[in-house]
T-cell receptor, first 112, second 112 residues
Framework: EDKVVQSPLSLVVHEGDTVTLNCSYE??????LLWYKQEKKAPTFLFML????IEKKSGRLSSILDKKELFSILNITATQTGDSAVYLC????????????FGKGTRLHILP | SQTIHQWPATLVQPVGSPLSLECTVE??????LYWYRQAAGRGLQLLFY??????ISSEVPQNLSASRPQDRQFILSSKKLLLSDSGFYLC???????????FGSGTRLTVV
């Protein structure tokens, strides 16, 4: 059975700290891995990773994929209270229906 | 531009009542469409997906059904709601295989 496992499930840190969120996967026919940020409503896209070892960066957020060890990390440096959210990891399966399998998410809370 | 609309935003329904949630996409044609449910602590669960008009695939056996009467319209229905149908329902679309999803704003359903 295809699965995506995120850790930790929840995390509380102080503003200014750096956090690392983990995502491991076991799927058949891997295409790409996605990271989303979900605040109160719909998830918003952060990164899509397809190749191993190539870091994607957007401001204080960065992510990298290891296709050999089947995991990805999402780093957030100099955290701010606005980073508080649920971060979702998902894997796109390589088939014509383009299904995506989601992890349960990591709930991140930044204390001021 | 491409947009996705989902309504209503919130819904409170009694057990045994019917359900109809609607999702429409603008600015694209023949998208892949998806219905997800997000229950507390369980992550995003794929319920149905559709790769074309009248084509529906169900991922989990349940009390719900889906229909795609038009190319850019996706409807989630139930004849009789159960308490366990409560959750946050998200519609999503994919412009092409491997492109990831864009989500609608979601419907929070509470069955009482």
């Amino acid at each position: 059975e295809d699965k995506v496992v995120q850790s930790p499930l929840s995390l509380v840190v102080h503003e200014g700290d750096t956090v690392t969120l983990n995502c491991s996967y076991e799927v058949t026919n891997f295409r790409s891995l996605l990271w989303y940020k979900q605040e109160k409503k719909a998830p918003t896209f952060l990164f899509m990773l397809t190749s191993s070892g190539i870091e994607k960066k957007s401001g204080r957020l960065s992510s990298i994929l290891d296709k050999k060890e089947l995991f990805s990390i999402l780093n957030i440096t100099a955290t701010q209270t606005g980073d508080s959210a649920v971060y979702l990891c998902a894997v796109i399966l390589m088939n014509r229906d383009d299904k995506i399998i989601f992890g349960k998410g990591t709930r991140l809370h930044i204390l001021p | 531009s491409q947009t996705i609309h989902q309504w209503p935003a919130t819904l409170v329904q009694p057990v045994g009542s019917p359900l109809s949630l609607e999702c429409t996409v603008e600015g694209t044609s023949n998208p892949n469409l998806y219905w997800y449910r997000q229950a507390a602590g369980r992550g995003l669960q794929l319920l149905f997906y559709s790769v074309g008009i009248g084509q529906i695939s169900s991922e989990v056996p349940q009390n719900l059904s889906a229909s795609r009467p038009q190319d850019r319209q996706f409807i989630l229905s139930s004849k009789k709601l159960l308490l366990s149908d409560s959750g946050f329902y998200l519609c999503a679309w994919s412009v092409s295989p491997g492109a990831g999803y864009t989500f609608g704003s979601g419907t929070r359903l509470t069955v009482v």
